[in-house]
Structures are given as structure tokens and as C-alpha cells.
């Protein structure tokens, strides 16, 4: 059997006739004007998913079109496209900042504008103890050291009450609202730990009865009982009383009276109400079931986090929400779970970790959480002078960064909202209250998106739209084609491509990146004038198949026929047929294709080796050719080519005589 | 110019039948074959692909100068072949390292110097070699005695410096002199041909010059002036030959396109329906027709009654 030549016989391949190489293989090309060599740009693959269920993503004649209006899905979602996507993904991103996604029920249509900024009420704490309470009649308190600061314009202007006469003698360590009143525990590290309450207008310590040494701990107030924590200098011990025409005796916060006792390393963090029972959340990483038992408060049931602490606990509309820190990091998370009965207790169950909080040197625990009407809110430090509310949006179950507070360092212990507006207790900082001055910046960073397939893509454009810009106000479009850059928003990898300073928007912008992924970090700017705030309303980006991505379809000449250039044509008995079974053990192989004419190296797979075809040509000759599909990519931004050259059909024959 | 007949066949090779751009493959000989028996032949695979030495397969043809060879195996490990040596009636002869090893060539070589000799021996009586004798006249007949003497056929003129018969005397101009050429049996003399003169005494030197047919061709290292051939007649033998070769065969249209380039570099038209072989035909009949005019111009038709040739004036 004649031998397929090789690159390793033959130098100089073009000049002896070979027309390509796959692999090591040389061949001849059977290329004439009927059997064009072509080389044409792929299209994409056929898509995975049906985009029916996706209407987001829009496939066109002109490309694939990325498009996003609607970010109330929340934070989180790092590739737009994959196998296991959500059906709210569509409505998600990876990363917003100083930007409300939510929108709420507002009397508009859904649109991203900026947040209002916070701003701190110059209290400037002393001590780290600052615990909110806010009462039915509107006031607000906060604690620090052994002084209790009111306000009764919305957290606008806060005074302290007159020190001393709070009866305080040691610092505070609760504060609990029960209607137009306020409890407050305070800690002795000997004895005469204090319960003291406030009604508006006077002072009265209702009891120092219990005898510790580390003294009372704090204090809440749910299902009608004020729950009372305390140290006895043993263990932890976590009592309910109820306030209501209670005579306060010495008897009080004894230690046999005790609901819930634990090792004193730890200590209860925060009691919310959680319906049928109420949650008391331990720094163990236990949270409490209590159940009014006629009218007595009984521990129905614990569960157990492992390795954490939890540090706070919301409970609305059905579901439980906590945050704890991990044992040995200072790494926060935000937890959603479930108050199922079993076994007649009641326990936390179905926890779905919601978001996790891993920052370098910063202590990420969610110390506080506040349940509104339609979301649940705790505060994260996220660097040395910035800590951010994050809001779980209920309507959509999703998280989302939320008001900025500008700090050097600090907890939020406390979260209200009053008037419409944000009052947060930074410990160790100040309050601060939400302004009606927008913050003059905000970003939405959008997933890596690649359509579903791996290959690499040409994008074309981007395209922004937004109300009308008005001001000096803009909107701005940056786009990035490294996968991990939706990790860093202050990345110098982010190029600018839409620019918005009037208008709506609408215009594509072209951006001609070769990738597999684009991400988009949008940035609205509110800029000089703080009172108003651009509107933001969609992004897309438009992606062609990539010219490198092609198919190529080769005449190979499988002929006995050899037709070396400045040759005479030789016969070599049976070489089509060597060359044909070559090409066919190669089907399916991933292969380098070298074109000589014209030049190309192509890395792709042998899609198809079609059965040989006789071709009796007008002019006389019987020649035999077959043809080869290649599909592959190439380094040259070309998108195709047809070429003919002399090959196998194209020498003519002539009968003399 | 060719000096041999073997010039004269590679001049056929690359004027028609090989152009540089289609030329048949080949190899070398690595290793001279100074026998005619030795049935291995070393080839040079540097010139050739692998499909090309495979095209040396056992039952191929290769061509060593004149000589045929059937190819009985290749080993292209050694490079070298197993070969039945004088194949399809050729002759085994020894060759030279580096001689040419061509691949089953279609223009054989020892058929295009057939065509050669038979295109020269075809050239008479259109064209014919002229021969010019100093020979002493007798007053019976000389006896012509050279080796090719056989092949003239006529004389042309005589001419000689006496000019009496009966006074031996000389002068400074030639005269013209009867002279009658005679086939006589070999018997007479070997060549069969005598001349006598008349008109003039004996043992005076008289010049002819004869109408002469041209040599027969037996090798390749024939010269061209052995045949009689003049070197204007080459094109004539060419274009005769390649008409020759091409007939009833498949030719590449490079081939043909390279014959037509020729032809029309000779100023002589070839039209699109005629082929090539008749235009190379009909541009021989012109080659033909001027080198007989040349001929005429230079040997008129001498004045001849009864076979005894004339002086014209």
C-alpha cells in the first residue's frame, strides 16, 4: 500500500504540490472552480437552553443580544449563563454599591437610582455600649456608658438626659421599648446589677436583686415579657418577666427562675418574636425556643449551629433570619431559615446560607438584624472607614448592599426606621440617620455572560438606557473581559465604553473585544448636584461568533493521480485509496490543519470525511476527490475566504492526433 | 546548437516534449551500472516525494537513458530497486552515476531518437546533404571510394583549373567540366558508384560536388555532420519529431500550450482548430520549403542530358 506522505519525508511541502497538513498528514488539494476551498465564520452552537424561558436574552439575525431591566433578584450571580440557572436569575447581578435594586413598591415604574446617603447625628459615643429603642409615640433612645440620649424629631437632633438622673450606676447593657416606655439593663461587675425603667418623663430602678458578678447582659421585650439576661459569674441565665403590673421584688432574676442557662462564655444576643414561639439567639450557637406556656416561659426546643455564633435573629412573615460569625474567623453570615416543629419542640430548620461576608482584617459579624415590612436588615463592616446596611428584599428573596455609613470602625447594634428614613447605631461611632442627599456614586456589576458556550465571542457593543439625563448628572457603561474582574469594582481593567451625559441612551456603543466572557459594571453618577439622582432602566451587549471560529471544507484530492507542481502527472497504484483511509481514521480527531494557499493554521476537529465522489470531468479525466469538514479556530481576524487554485480538475487534457 | 544526435533529442525533450514546468519525474542514479546484468539500481530519493518513489511500485517502468526496466520491487529503505533490466525491447547498457532515472515516462527516450533518425532519413530527396571530392580524372571512369560514398545520388557541378585538352595547360580561373555520375554493380567497386569526365585530359584534379542522401543515424553519439545534417535543418528534425512523439497520445494542456508557444515564437499562427500536430506538420513543410530554396539558391539545377552533367555557361 503507497505510503500518505508525511511532513517528516518531505521539506518544502507547498512547492512539491501538497495543498494542507492535518497533523503530520500532507494532502493534496482537488480544488477547481466547482470545488472551492471555503473557509467561512461558524455559527454559534445551537443553544442548551430554550430561551423562551429566558426572554432576557433575545437571540437576533445579528448576534445574541445580553439584556438586563430588572435587578430585583438581588445580588450574587456570577455567570448569567449556566446549566443550573434559577428562574429569577434573570433579574439578578453580581455586585451593586450606593444603588437601591430593589425599588420597592414606589408609585413608579421599576428603574435603579442611587441611595440617600447617611449621615452621623454627632452624638459621638464614649463607650461601645449603644443599644436603640424606638417608641410607639415615635422617640428614639440610645445608650452609651451610663447615658441614655433621646430624640423626639425622628433621630434628627438627640440630647442625653439629664446624666444622673437616670438612676444609672453602671453602664448600660439593654435597652428594650414596651410601648411608650423603655427597660434598660446595666452591669456590675460585683453586685447591684440594675433594671431601670423610663416612662417618659421619670426614672425608677425596679430591681438590683440579683446578686452576680458580671451583672445583667440585656434586654428585649417580645410576646408581652421583657426578656432579661444576666451572668451570675457561673453561667449564663435568660429570664422572662413580664413588665405589666409587675411589683418588682428581691426575689426577681433568680437564678432558679431561669428559662434557659448556659456556660457564661457566651451570652444572648438578640430575642425576637417569632409567632409561635420566641427566639432567643445565644453567641453559643444555640437559638432558643420559648414558648408562653400559660403565661409562664418555657423552653420549647434549641437548635444548634454548628461552629458559629449567632449574633442576631429576625423572625417575619413566617421565616427566621440570623447572622452569626464563625468560630475561629471573624467571617459573618447572613442565614434564612424555618421554624418547624418536631418531636413537639420547636426548631430551626431548612437554613439556606443567604450571604457570606469574608474580608481581610475586618471583623464581618452582622451584630443586629431589623425586620421591616418587607425586608430584613443588619449592618456589615466591609473596610476600616465603611459599613454598609445589606437588605433582604422578601417579595424577591434576595440580598443587596444597601445604605452606606461612613465610620472608622464600629458594629451596627442598631437599626430603626423612622419617618422613612434610617436611623443606625454604630457602635462605638455614632447614629446616624439616612439624608435626602443621594450619595454622588453607585455601581451595578453584572454577571459574566457568554451565551452558554465556552468559545470565544466577538462583542460588538453595549448599549445603556435611562431617563433623561439631566444636570451633570451621568450614566456609565465599563466593561471588562476577564472573568474575575466582577470581583474587584475599583479594578483598573474596567474600560469605559457608554458615556451618558444627556438624553435617554439607546445608542450602541461599539466595544470589538475578543472573549469567551464580558461583564458590565454600570456606574451612576449623581456628580455635583446630590438632590437628584440619574435613573437607570437597562444594559445589554450584543456579541457576534467570533471570525476566528470557522469551518473550513476542503476538496482533498483521493486520486491515484499525483500532480506535483513542474511534473508530469504520475499514477501510483491504489494512493487514493491510502489517502481516503488516512482521512477517515482521522474523523473525529482533534487535528492542526495547516493551509498552505492561502496560509492558515487552524486547531479544530475533523467533523466529516465525506465518501469519495468520481467526478468524470467534460475534458476526459476521471479523477477522484472527497471532502473534508473541519470545524476549528485560527489566530487572524478574517472572516472568509474562497480561493481556487490549480489542483486535480483544473489541468486540462487534450487528445492530440 | 547540437553537436550529437543525442543533443539533438534532449533539444526535442525540453523544446517540446518537456517543458521546465512539466517535466516527468525523476531521480538520479546513485551508483553507476557498469554491467548490463546487475538488476539492482540505487536511486537518489532527495528528488522525489513519497508518492513519487512509491510510483517506482513493482510493475512500474523507469527509464535509465535508452534502456527500460521493469521494476520487480522497491525498498525505499536502501533506496534502491529490484529491476528486470532491457525491458520492452530495449537494450541493457551500462549508465553513469547521476544518470537521469525518469518514472514511467510517457515520451520514451529511445522512441524520440527513432523519430529522430527517421525524421533525418525522411528529410531526402525534399533536402539532401551536398559533398564536395577533389578527384583526379582518368580517361576511363574513377571508381568513388570513401566510406559513405554509397550515398550520393547525383553531381552537382565540376570544375577544374586546366583548361585544354590538348595543350596541359592551366589558368588562373576554373572551367566548368562535363562529369556523369554511374551506379555500377558492387562488383566494379564497393560503393557502386564511378564518375567519368569528358572534355578534359587525365590525371588533372577535378573538383565535384555531389547530391548526397544523409547518414544513416546508429547512436546517439552520432555528429550531426557525420549525417550531412546542417545545423538550420535541426528545427526542421524537431518540429518532426514532436509531431511524431504527440501523436495518438494524451498530452497535458501544459504540454500543448508550450508546443503553441513555440510554434507562434516562430511567427507561424496556430489556429484554435488546428491541432497541434498538424500545425507542427505544416510548420515543418515550412522549414522545409525555405531550406530547399537556400539549397536552390546555392546548387541550381545543373544542366544535365543523358546523366552527364554540364558546365552551365
Known amino acids: 500500500m503507497p505510503r500518505v506522505p508525511t511532513t517528516a519525508d518531505v521539506t518544502n511541502p507547498q512547492r512539491k504540490g501538497y495543498g494542507f497538513r492535518l497533523d503530520n498528514l500532507l494532502f493534496r488539494t482537488a480544488i477547481s472552480n466547482d470545488r472551492p476551498l471555503t473557509i467561512s465564520t461558524a455559527e ?37 449563563h449556566k446549566r443550573n440557572n434559577a428562574e429569577k436569575d ?18 413608579s415604574s421599576y428603574n435603579v437610582h442611587l441611595l440617600y446617603q447617611t449621615a452621623a447625628k454627632n452624638i459621638t459615643f464614649s463607650g461601645t455600649n449603644n443599644y436603640l429603642a424606638q417608641l410607639t409615640n415615635g422617640k428614639l433612645y440610645v445608650t452609651d456608658v451610663t447615658t441614655v440620649y433621646e430624640s423626639s424629631d425622628n433621630g434628627d437632633s438627640w440630647s442625653p438626659i439629664a446624666a444622673g438622673t437616670n438612676g444609672a450606676t453602671h453602664n448600660f447593657t439593654g435597652i428594650a421599648a414596651v410601648g411608650n416606655e423603655i427597660y434598660l439593663t446595666t452591669a456590675n461587675v460585683t453586685t447591684g446589677s440594675q433594671l431601670i425603667k423610663y416612662d417618659g418623663s421619670s426614672w425608677s430602678t425596679l430591681t438590683t436583686a440579683q446578686v452576680s458578678s458580671a451583672g445583667l447582659t440585656g434586654i428585649w421585650f417580645a410576646k408581652g415579657q421583657l426578656f432579661i439576661s444576666g451572668d451570675n459569674g457561673t453561667v449564663e441565665l435568660l429570664w422572662g418577666i413580664t413588665p405589666f403590673q409587675q411589683t418588682w421584688t428581691s426575689s426577681d432574676l433568680q437564678d432558679a427562675d431561669a428559662i434557659v442557662t448556659f456556660e457564661d462564655s457566651h451570652h444572648i444576643s438578640q430575642v425576637v418574636d417569632a409567632g409561635a414561639v420566641v427566639l432567643a439567639a445565644s453567641t453559643n450557637g444555640d437559638i432558643y425556643s420559648i414558648k408562653d406556656v400559660t403565661g409562664t416561659m418555657t423552653l420549647f426546643g434549641q437548635t444548634n449551629i454548628p461552629f458559629e455564633e449567632v449574633h442576631c435573629i429576625a423572625a417575619t412573615e413566617g421565616q427566621v433570619f440570623f447572622g452569626t460569625k464563625e468560630f475561629s474567623r471573624n467571617v459573618g453570615r ?36 431589623f425586620a421591616s415590612r418587607d425586608s430584613v436588615y443588619t449592618g456589615i463592616a466591609e473596610s476600616s472607614t465603611e459599613t454598609f446596611l445589606w437588605r433582604y428584599y422578601l417579595p424577591t428573596a434576595s440580598i443587596a448592599r444597601d445604605l452606606k455609613i461612613t465610620t472608622t470602625a464600629g458594629f451596627v447594634e442598631g437599626i430603626t426606621n423612622t419617618n422613612g428614613k434610617f436611623i443606625v447605631v454604630v457602635s462605638g461611632s455614632d447614629v446616624y440617620k439616612e439624608t435626602n442627599l443621594y450619595e454622588d456614586t453607585g455601581y451595578i456589576i453584572l454577571p459574566n455572560i457568554d451565551f452558554f458556550t465556552s468559545e ?26 476577564r472573568e474575575g474582574n466582577i470581583d474587584s469594582p475599583d479594578s483598573g481593567n474596567w474600560e469605559l465604553s457608554n458615556d451618558s451625559t444627556q438624553g435617554f441612551g439607546g445608542e450602541e456603543v461599539q466595544i470589538n473585544r475578543n472573549a469567551r466572557y464580558l461583564n458590565m459594571k454600570v456606574v451612576i453618577q449623581a456628580t455635583d448636584d446630590l438632590s437628584g439622582t440619574p435613573v437607570f432602566r437597562s444594559v445589554s451587549a450584543r456579541a457576534l461568533p467570533r471570525p476566528q471560529l470557522v469551518v473550513v471544507d476542503i476538496p482533498v484530492n483521493i486520486s491515484d493521480q499525483i500532480e506535483r507542481p513542474n511534473r508530469k502527472k504520475l499514477k501510483v497504484k491504489n494512493l487514493g485509496e491510502a489517502v481516503y483511509q488516512e482521512l477517515k ?23 466529516s470525511v465525506a465518501y469519495p465522489v468520481i467526478n468524470d470531468a467534460n475534458i476526459g479525466s476521471v479523477t477522484q476527490y472527497c471532502t473534508v469538514r473541519i470545524r476549528g479556530v485560527r489566530a ?7 480561493t481556487n487554485t490549480a489542483g486535480i480538475g483544473t489541468l486540462g487534457v487534450v487528445r492530440l492526433g | 546548437m547540437s553537436s550529437t544526435i543525442g543533443n539533438l533529442v534532449d533539444r526535442v525533450y525540453r523544446e517540446y516534449l518537456e517543458p521546465n514546468d512539466d517535466i516527468q519525474s525523476f531521480s538520479n542514479l546513485r551508483t553507476a551500472i557498469t554491467d548490463t546484468t546487475t538488476t539492482t539500481v540505487a536511486y537518489e530519493s532527495d528528488f522525489l516525494t513519497t508518492e513519487e518513489e512509491d510510483a517506482m511500485g513493482s510493475g512500474a517502468f523507469i527509464e535509465i537513458n535508452q534502456e527500460l526496466m521493469l521494476v520487480l520491487s522497491l525498498n525505499t529503505a536502501d533506496e534502491t530497486l529490484t529491476v528486470k533490466r532491457g525491458a520492452r525491447g530495449t537494450t541493457a547498457e551500462t549508465h553513469a552515476q547521476t544518470d537521469l532515472i525518469k518514472i514511467n515516462p510517457p515520451f520514451i527516450r529511445l522512441n524520440v531518437f527513432n523519430a529522430v533518425k527517421d525524421q533525418i532519413e525522411n528529410l531526402y530527396p525534399t533536402l539532401f546533404a551536398v559533398e564536395s571530392q577533389t578527384i583526379t580524372s582518368a580517361s576511363g571512369y574513377v571508381a568513388l571510394t570513401g566510406a559513405d560514398d554509397s550515398r550520393i545520388v547525383a553531381p552537382l557541378k565540376a570544375v577544374s583549373q586546366y583548361t585544354s585538352i590538348s595543350g596541359d595547360q592551366t589558368s588562373i580561373q576554373f572551367r566548368g567540366v562535363s562529369i556523369e555520375l554511374i551506379d555500377v554493380p558492387t562488383t566494379v567497386t564497393s560503393t557502386g558508384k564511378v564518375v567519368q569526365f569528358s572534355g578534359i585530359a587525365s590525371g588533372v584534379n577535378v573538383h565535384c560536388t555531389f547530391r548526397k542522401k544523409f547518414g544513416e543515424v546508429t547512436s546517439e553519439q552520432n555528429t550531426l555532420s557525420d549525417t550531412g545534417l546542417e545545423t538550420e535543418y535541426e528545427p526542421i528534425i524537431m518540429a518532426g519529431v514532436a509531431a511524431q512523439m504527440i501523436s495518438g497520445k494524451d498530452i497535458p494542456a501544459a504540454t500543448t500550450e508550450y508546443i503553441s508557444d513555440s510554434i507562434q515564437a516562430s511567427v507561424y499562427p496556430v489556429g484554435s482548430s488546428t491541432s497541434i500536430r498538424n500545425s507542427l506538420l505544416q510548420y515543418q513543410q515550412i522549414l522545409i520549403q525555405q531550406a530547399r530554396k537556400d539549397l536552390r539558391a546555392r546548387y541550381p539545377e545543373p544542366v544535365s542530358l543523358n546523366s552527364v552533367v554540364y558546365p552551365s555557361a
Open chain 1, 456 to 481: 470565544v465571542k466577538q462583542w460588538v457593543g453595549t448599549t445603556i438606557e435611562h431617563d433623561e439625563i439631566v444636570d451633570t448628572r451621568r450614566v456609565q457603561c465599563f466593561i471588562s473581559t
Open chain 1, 90 to 107: 434573570v433579574t439578578r447581578f453580581f455586585d451593586s454599591k450606593g444603588v437601591d435594586v430593589f425599588h420597592g413598591d414606589e408609585d
Open chain 1, 636 to 642: 487572524e481576524d478574517v472572516i472568509s475566504q474562497f
Open chain 1, 44 to 80: 454559534f452552537p445551537s443553544q442548551q437552553i430554550d430561551l423562551r424561558q429566558n426572554p432576557e436574552d433575545i437571540t437576533t439575525n445579528i448576534g445574541q443580544i445580553f439584556s438586563r431591566g430588572d435587578f430585583s433578584g438581588g445580588q450574587g450571580l456570577d455567570y448569567a
Open chain 1, 334 to 369: 447572613f442565614y434564612r431559615a424555618e421554624l418547624v416543629t418536631a418531636d413537639n419542640l420547636y426548631v430551626i430548620a431548612n437554613r439556606q446560607l443567604v450571604k457570606e461576608w469574608t474580608i481581610n482584617n475586618i471583623d464581618t459579624t452582622p451584630k443586629f438584624m
Open chain 1, 585 to 607: 481514521q482521522k474523523e473525529g480527531d482533534s487535528v492542526t490543519l495547516q493551509l498552505f494557499d492561502p496560509q492558515e493554521v487552524i486547531r479544530g476537529v475533523v467533523e
